[in-house]
C-alpha cells in the first residue's frame, strides 16, 4: 500500500483518479484507505496554517503512535523479539523466537484495517514456494523466517538464463496455487520473493491480496 501512495501522491488529481481506478480494481476498502492517506498527506502540507493547538495535538498523537511501536526485547505471547527485519507505513517485520520450541520465526505487526484479509489468504495456500502461517496473534502474524535474499538483490548480480527460469517457474507455482483458490496476490514484486541460500523461493506478503472466487 506505501508503495501505491507514493505513485499516487505525485500525480495531478486526474491522472491520480485514473491511477486509482487502475491500482485499486474495484477493491472499494484499499481506495477508501488511499484516498484517506492522500488527503491527510495534502493536509499536512499546510502546517504553517494550523493552529497551536493544532499543532500541539499532532505531535502527541505522534508521540502516542511512536509508543506502541515494538523493539527488540518485547514479548508477543510466547514469541520474543529480536531484530527488526523490515519495516512500511502500516507494518513491522521482526525475526523473533518461539520461546516454548527455540525456533526462529518472523512477525509481522500490522496496523492495517486489512490484517483479517491477509491473515486468511495466507492461511488457506497451502504451497512450498509460499510462506507458511505458524499462529496468529491480535495484531500479528507468526510466519516462517525466510533466510537468503530477495529477488531485488539477485537482480543486483548476473542471473544465469537457466537460474532465471528456475526462479520464475518457482514463483509461478506460488501464484498459481494462490490462483487455484481464487486469490489474486496484488503486491508482487521483487521485494516480496525471497531466495533461500539452496535456490528454493518463497513469496510472502498477502496484505493487499484479493479475493475473485
Not at 44 to 54: M, N, V
Not at 132 to 152: A, Q
Not at 160 to 185: C, K, M, N, Y
Request: with cysteine; aromatic share 6%; net charge negative.
Amino acid at each position: 500500500m506505501t508503495q501505491l501512495f507514493e505513485v499516487a501522491s505525485r500525480l495531478d488529481l486526474q491522472a491520480r483518479q485514473a491511477f486509482l481506478s487502475d491500482a485499486c480494481g474495484g477493491d472499494d476498502e484499499l481506495r477508501r484507505e488511499l484516498e484517506q492517506m492522500l488527503v491527510a498527506d495534502a493536509a499536512g502540507s499546510g502546517f504553517l496554517e494550523k493552529t497551536p493547538g493544532d499543532v500541539a495535538a499532532g505531535l502527541l498523537e505522534d508521540r502516542n503512535a511512536a509508543r506502541i511501536q515494538a523493539v527488540p526485547g518485547d514479548l508477543l505471547g510466547p514469541y520474543r523479539l529480536e531484530k527488526l527485519i523490515g519495516a512500511g507505513g502500516m507494518a513491522q517485520v521482526f525475526q523473533a523466537v518461539d520461546t516454548r520450541l527455540g525456533r526462529k520465526v518472523a512477525i509481522k505487526i500490522s496496523a492495517n484495517k486489512r490484517f483479517k484479509r491477509e491473515t486468511r489468504a495466507i492461511s488457506v495456500v497451502n504451497h512450498p514456494h509460499v510462506c507458511t502461517l505458524y499462529d496468529v496473534g491480535s495484531n500479528y502474524l507468526v510466519m516462517e523466517l525466510v533466510e537468503g535474499e530477495t529477488l531485488r538483490d539477485w537482480f543486483q548480480r548476473a542471473l544465469p538464463l537457466e537460474q532465471g527460469l528456475r526462479i520464475a517457474t518457482q514463483v509461478l507455482e506460488a501464484l498459481d496455487a494462490a490462483h487455484s483458490v481464487g486469490l489474486v496476490h496484488r503486491d508482487l514484486k521483487p521485494e516480496n520473493v525471497m531466495i533461500r541460500a539452496d535456490g528454493h523461493v518463497k513469496v510472502l506478503d498477502f496484505g493487499l491480496a484479493k479475493w475473485i472466487a
